[in-house]
């Protein structure tokens, strides 16, 4: 058996990291592991994206975000964590994926897939801090069609295409305006009567929709997608029944992303509109010694938890585990 940690943290983003953190001032003896590499999540969001939230409010213990300007893009606050973990020489194994947990007396064994082997390690306490990646499926009939797809990264492939962009949030206004420029046709197609500025960062809404009078993008407000097939999408207008075909080379259906339970679910937490219980004051689950942290304890309302206030996730589990006398 290997040696025994401690705590366990699964999942290797600004979460993850920040808690690993906070047990390293501690002495605790951690592991952080993730099944890709640092920051994996982020790695997903759009080439060259800004953030909405300022430098300062995405450092992670104080370590210095040292940029030129006040929000980082997507590339540099992945150099920020690749740094931040090599400074503190945290505790982490990339690229091992967590395919089981199981329970045994006082402690859990973690079971990993690392290069086609499996590895276990076991631990007095788990964190589970695996973020919302999980994509919010809208169960229509062609949503796994090759041409469709729930993330976006790249613009490169959709030059001179037709894409339809299924979602309202920032995600879909972002890409939007991202693929407009590199010289795709784009349509937006939205369940809602019109783009909810609250979801939206501030600077690209006019935009966005300075675009959409323009025609320069097309919007299809209180629509919902019926079915894709042979490179066509179905719409219906949810408020007089009317139907359109858009003939389209891609799908985007960026309509959110949930946190992926299958884990806790086999640990035996349970879900409660979507989401699990945890105490708000020690940030532990239903499930005794284990914690969540970050996107992964909001469920399907992950927009109200963001890295700025996740980062004292770290404290809040190490003062519980301090006064359980660990």
């Not at 942290?293 to 980062?311: C, H, M, P, Q």
Request: hydrophobic share 35%; with cysteine; net charge positive.
């Amino acid at each position: 058996m290997e040696s025994l940690y401690d705590v366990i943290i699964i999942g290797g983003g600004p979460t993850g990291l920040s808690i690993g953190r906070e047990l390293q001032k501690e002495n605790l003896k951690y592991l952080i592991l993730e099944k890709n590499n640092i920051g994996n999540h982020i790695s997903q969001f759009p080439n060259n994206m800004t953030f909405f939230s300022t430098k300062d409010l995405l450092e992670l213990d104080n370590f210095p975000l040292t940029i030129t300007q006040i929000r980082p893009t997507k590339e540099e606050y992945l150099i920020y964590l690749n740094k931040f973990v090599e400074f503190y020489q945290l505790n982490i194994k990339p690229y091992h994926e967590v395919i089981d947990i199981n329970k045994n007396l006082n402690q859990f064994e973690i079971l990993c897939k690392h290069k086609n082997k499996t590895i276990s390690f076991y631990s007095k306490y788990l964190v589970l801090a695996m973020g919302a990646w999980k994509p919010k499926l809208i169960n229509i009939p062609g949503e796994d069609l090759p041409y469709c797809s729930h993330y976006f990264i790249d613009p490169q492939p959709y030059y001179k295409q037709n894409v339809c962009i299924v979602g309202g949030g920032n995600s879909a206004v972002e890409t939007a305006l991202i693929l407009y420029r590199y010289g795709a046709n784009v349509t937006i197609v939205y369940r809602k009567n019109q783009l909810d500025p609250q979801k939206i960062k501030y600077w690209l809404l006019p935009d966005i929709e300075g675009r959409i009078r323009k025609n320069q993008i097309h919007a299809f407000f209180n629509s919902q997608i019926e079915k894709i097939e042979d490179y066509k999408v179905y719409l219906k207008n949810v408020l007089n029944n009317q139907r359109t075909t858009l003939d389209i080379d891609f799908v985007l259906l960026l309509t959110g992303y949930i946190p992926d339970y299958t884990l806790y679910l086999k640990l035996g937490g349970k879900l409660y509109d979507n989401k699990p219980k945890y105490n708000p004051e020690t940030l532990e689950s239903e499930i005794p010694k284990v914690f969540l942290a970050g996107v992964y304890l909001a469920g399907d309302i992950s927009g109200k938890t963001f890295i700025e206030n996740s980062r004292e996730h770290g404290k809040i589990i190490l003062n519980a585990l301090k006064k359980a006398k660990f």
